[in-house]
């Protein structure tokens, strides 16, 4: 199983719409996990992170955590072209590495 | 402006010829790391670094070598490419606890021939 599991899509949502991302993860121990936002041929920026159950807004994005479930999830609110990017979640596994998830692709059509 | 740097953004080489990857912060960041990032196979961590003269194997360390004499650098040395070793490599910087995620740099894409 591999560390961290995400959907590779594409997720296509109309401009407006919300869009929702999901991520698990395997390691119960992680503490702290993040949402970066990549375009193509460009590196990776964050934008969300997160250390408690629960919901954490910043804007328009609002993460989510579910330990026990070991799910971590990023809501964006009223979609834009310019949100068409893959998003990434990470989390520090164990061994005190940022391991990342393989991306979902999300389009936001106008 | 913080920042990391990295040189080369684009090298084309060919089989065999040694080459060095610079990455450089401006943040005092204690963590640096470097990752490569294959389609389909995302990004995976080839080595990291604590601190100085403090440094790991990731996951796919095979073919590479690092450094770590000074804070702000953490070159990446691939002392004969391989064509396998063709890819898209970011170089980043993190405070030491765990609780932030890494800044990038802009990425070297490197063409082995």
């Known amino acids: 199983q591999k560390e961290v599991e995400q959907n590779s899509g594409p997720l296509s949502v109309p401009e407006g719409a919300i869009a929702s991302l999901n991520c698990t993860y395997s390691d119960r121990g992680s503490q702290s996990f993040f949402w970066y936002r990549q375009y193509s041929g460009k590196s990776p920026e964050l934008i969300m992170s997160?250390?408690?159950?629960g919901d954490k807004e910043d804007g328009r994005f609002t993460a989510q955590l579910n330990k026990a479930s070991q799910y971590v999830s990023l809501l964006i609110r009223d979609s834009q072209p310019s949100d068409s990017a893959t998003y990434l979640c990470?989390?520090?596994?164990?061994?005190?590495?940022?391991?990342f998830g393989g991306g979902t692709r999300l389009m936001v059509k106008p | 402006e913080a920042q990391v740097t990295q040189n080369p953004r684009y090298l084309i080489t060919v089989t065999g010829k040694k080459l060095t990857v610079t990455c450089s912060q401006n943040?005092?960041?204690?963590?640096m790391s470097w990752y490569r990032q294959d389609p389909g196979l995302g990004l995976r961590q080839i080595y990291y670094?604590?601190?100085?003269?403090?440094?790991d194997k990731g996951d796919v360390p095979e073919g590479y070598k690092v450094s770590r004499k000074e804070k702000r650098n953490f070159p990446l040395i691939l002392e004969s490419p391989s064509p396998n070793q063709t890819s898209l490599y970011f170089c980043?910087?993190?405070?030491?606890?765990?609780?932030?995620?890494?800044?990038f740099g802009s990425g070297t894409r490197l063409t082995v021939v």
């Open positions: 980043a910087s993190s405070t030491s606890q765990n609780s932030y995620g890494y800044t």
């Open positions: 997160i250390y408690s159950n």
């Open positions: 943040m005092n960041h204690e963590y």
């Open positions: 990470a989390f520090y596994n164990a061994g005190n590495m940022l391991t």
């Open positions: 670094s604590m601190n100085v003269e403090v440094t």
